[in-house]
């Protein structure tokens, strides 16, 4: 019983570290609230299950499906397509973890090279500009200024833990000020069941699915690969050898696909809980499943859900407009440190390939763009570095 006191406070400070991101995406594209937190915690609980509990991380919400999410279910009215699509990429990730074992670990890091995961990354956060400002913080936008500042205030010049949970604070405070206000409707919290249970959705598949999601997912794999080199750094043990990159591939392709089958987005591991796990010090899997636990019992509350839902779009809006310019940002960051050298022109044509069909090309930009970066890499030999 002691033992279980003392983990609790530690799996609530986890879930608040989850809380703002996972609840996030599902506001984004239509997806539902409360099945985002019952898939997150029932994927994080089967991923540990996997893993064998030697990867204290938690899984949540990926930002980098908004576009095609918010495509297939806010436009296009069809659930069971975008079900379909996280079924699908569920599928990749099965296989690349079935190909690492048959191949190894460091082979796969070269398939996908740098100079196309940066400019990837960053057109993920930049296709979702318009989103963020004009669909969103266009209308009131005091709402959407006070929550984005006090989102940043939070991330520069807050505490540690405030640091941890920068879009949380945004939004409670962004939330506190709409309130104040008189901007806030709560009718739904009101008329709104108290236990709710998930509905179980039906993927319908389509061709277009294989191109429009599926190729996402190499991303998302080298975004897991950096958060198993930071874990291994924080935990001073290589997660990436024992249990092994191919289980974190697996096990986050099976969250993925449960999320799909209950409605949820796809399932990705949080940096945010990271951050938690360096400053606590502890590094008990235990704890991370606690936070699994609470987040699928707020899931099946259905006043949660509307309350999230009684949340405003301008101070959504406002929050997104820092969530998206920092996706943005770290794409950049990755040529950084990757130290991609971008004064050869084979470099720059697949950075310059990959931004204008991401940005440009409507609903399925980003797989696309990823597709004709890696091709244009692989497949067109640098003639201009033979001549010098």
Do not use: C
């Not at 080199?229 to 924080?234: G, N």
């Not at 096990?251 to 987005?265: K, M, Q, R, S």
């Not at 997104?320 to 310019?325: D, T």
């Amino acid at each position: 019983m002691k033992g279980f006191l003392r983990a609790l406070p530690l799996s609530i400070q986890h879930v608040f570290a989850m809380f703002g991101s996972t609840v996030l995406v599902p506001f984004l594209t239509g997806l539902d609230p409360g099945s985002a937190l019952i898939a997150s915690g029932v994927g994080t609980l089967l991923f540990h299950l996997i893993t064998r509990g030697k990867v204290p991380t938690y899984l949540g919400s990926s930002f980098a499906f908004i576009a095609p999410l918010a495509y297939y279910v806010g436009k296009q009215h069809e659930p069971g397509q975008a079900a379909a699509g996280l079924v699908l990429v569920a599928i990749v990730y099965a296989v690349m973890s079935l190909i690492v074992v048959a191949i190894g670990f460091d082979r796969l890091r070269k398939i996908i090279p740098a100079v196309v995961v940066g400019p990837v990354v960053s057109i993920i956060g930049l296709s979702l500009a318009g989103t963020a400002v004009k669909s969103m913080a266009s209308v009131h936008w005091d709402q959407a200024i006070v929550a984005l500042l006090a989102a940043i205030l939070a991330s520069l010049a807050g505490s540690r833990q405030m640091r941890l949970i920068p879009l949380l604070i945004g939004i409670l405070v962004g939330y506190l000020y709409s309130l104040l206000r008189g901007a806030v409707d709560l009718s739904q919290v009101a008329t709104a069941h108290v236990i709710v249970i998930p509905h179980f959705v039906m993927p319908q598949f389509t061709p277009a699915l294989l191109f429009g999601m599926a190729p996402i997912a190499l991303v998302t794999m080298v975004e897991d690969l950096g958060h198993m080199f930071v874990l291994s750094e924080i935990i001073e043990r290589d997660v990436t050898k024992d249990p092994g990159f191919s289980r974190v591939l697996l096990g986050n392709g099976v969250a993925t696909f449960i999320a799909a089958l209950l409605g949820g987005p796809a399932q990705t591991t949080y940096a945010e809980n990271l951050g938690v796990l360096a400053i606590t010090r502890q590094f008990s899997s235990r704890i991370i499943q606690g936070a699994a636990v609470i987040a699928i019992i707020l899931g099946l509350f259905g006043k949660v859900g509307a309350l999230i839902h009684s949340i405003p779009v301008a101070v959504m809006g406002g929050i997104s407009i820092l969530l998206f310019g920092m996706i943005a940002a770290m794409g950049i960051r990755h040529l950084i440190e990757e130290k991609v050298d971008l004064t050869g022109m084979k470099n720059l044509t697949v950075v310059a390939i990959i931004f204008i069909i991401g940005i440009g090309y409507p609903n399925n930009g980003i797989a696309f763009a990823t597709l004709a970066g890696m091709l244009v890499y692989w497949l067109i030999p640098d003639l201009t570095r033979r001549k010098a």
